[in-house]
């Protein structure tokens, strides 16, 4: 079995992956993670470790990728509403995403709860790096700015970010869409 994470393409796939989570029993907390991953762009690893104050310090906070050691601004502005409202019985102390066991959720745990999601939408191609995909790939059909979207992820080349994001599947399928030849 290949390792082939894709992006959730289309709203109704977002839509999908949420009521599927809203029916987990910490619904309220994967619900806002996966929200934060597809509004943030986040690696999973940092995610996980976010605290409260992780997120409200400032009006774009900062964190220190765990992958790279670099400082990455969050524009998470437009999730503000959300953030208040999840925020509001927490200390700036308290981890955002607890475990049931203590601590902070773990990657892996995360990792199974998104394969629990997969096989119920029938799908083979759902991991951690889904909801920075996702970001990534909305970001590009929005905006078509790869060079600001290589920045954000730290990406060394245009080709790569593309290809990290599946755009390059999705351009090449679209422009053989109605391509025939000897008909």
Do not use: W
């Not at 809203?22 to 470790?49: E, H, P, Q, T």
């Not at 990534?136 to 970010?161: C, P, Q, R």
């Amino acid at each position: 079995m290949s390792y082939n994470v894709q992006p959730l393409r289309t709203q109704q796939e977002i839509n999908d992956f949420l009521f599927c989570l809203r029916r987990n029993k910490n619904a309220k907390r994967d619900v806002f993670l996966f929200l934060i991953g597809i509004n943030s762009g986040l690696r999973m690893s940092d995610i996980v470790k976010l605290k409260k104050k992780d997120i409200l310090s400032a009006k774009n906070p900062r964190t220190v990728e765990q992958k790279t050691g670099k400082t990455r601004i969050l524009y998470l502005s437009s999730l503000q509403d959300l953030i208040q409202e999840y925020t509001k019985d927490l200390d700036p102390e308290d981890d955002l995403f607890p475990s049931t066991k203590g601590g902070h959720l773990e990657v892996n745990t995360v990792y199974q709860m998104f394969q629990k999601v997969a096989k119920l939408l029938g799908r083979d191609d759902i991991g951690t790096h889904t909801l920075r995909k996702t970001f990534g790939y909305h970001y590009y059909k929005k905006t078509k700015d790869v060079a600001t979207l290589m920045e954000i992820f730290g990406h060394s080349s245009e080709k790569i970010t593309k290809r990290y994001i599946g755009i390059n599947e999705d351009e090449i399928s679209e422009t053989l869409l109605n391509f025939r030849l000897g008909f």
